[in-house]
Nanobody
Framework: VQLQASGGGLVQAGGSLRLSCAAS????????MGWFRQAPGKEREFVAA????????YYAASVEGRFTISRDNAKNTLSLQMNSLELEDTAVYYC???????????????????WGQGTQVTVSS
């Protein structure tokens, strides 16, 4: 599956952004999907994940209650609604597709084999 992330931009602290990830291919609905982010000088970190059916979602503690991951399997799209953005949310955000059903793997970059190109999110004060 090929992935293309979009929707990043510059937003003030407290604002909102919605990221999208468009997937090509007919097998999108069979993949678990995740969002990761990488800030300058830091390792890539888990943000959120959603199982193939959309029935279960998982979040990093730092974004729980502020971010919402969702998917539309009919449209081959993954979304990340980000509210109450903080300066610490500034990073390049990546969408990823994986087949692992183990939760620890879904929360790790090692659990994903396909990655989008990333979209920059910058939160200003």
């Amino acid at each position: 599956v090929q992935l293309q992330a979009s929707g990043g931009g510059l937003v003030q602290a407290g604002g909102s952004l919605r990221l999208s990830c468009a997937a090509s291919g007919r097998t999108f609905s069979s993949y678990n999907m995740g969002w990761f982010r990488q800030a300058p000088g830091k390792e890539r970190e888990f943000v959120a994940a959603i199982r193939w059916s959309g029935g279960s979602t998982y979040y990093a503690a730092s974004v729980e209650g502020r971010f919402t991951i969702s998917r539309d399997n009919a449209k081959n799209t993954l979304s990340l609604q980000m509210n109450s953005l903080e300066l610490e949310d500034t990073a390049v955000y990546y969408c990823a597709a994986g087949s692992s059903t183990i939760l620890s793997m879904m929360r790790s970059a090692r659990g994903y084999g396909s990655w989008g190109q990333g979209t920059q999110v910058t939160v200003s004060s």
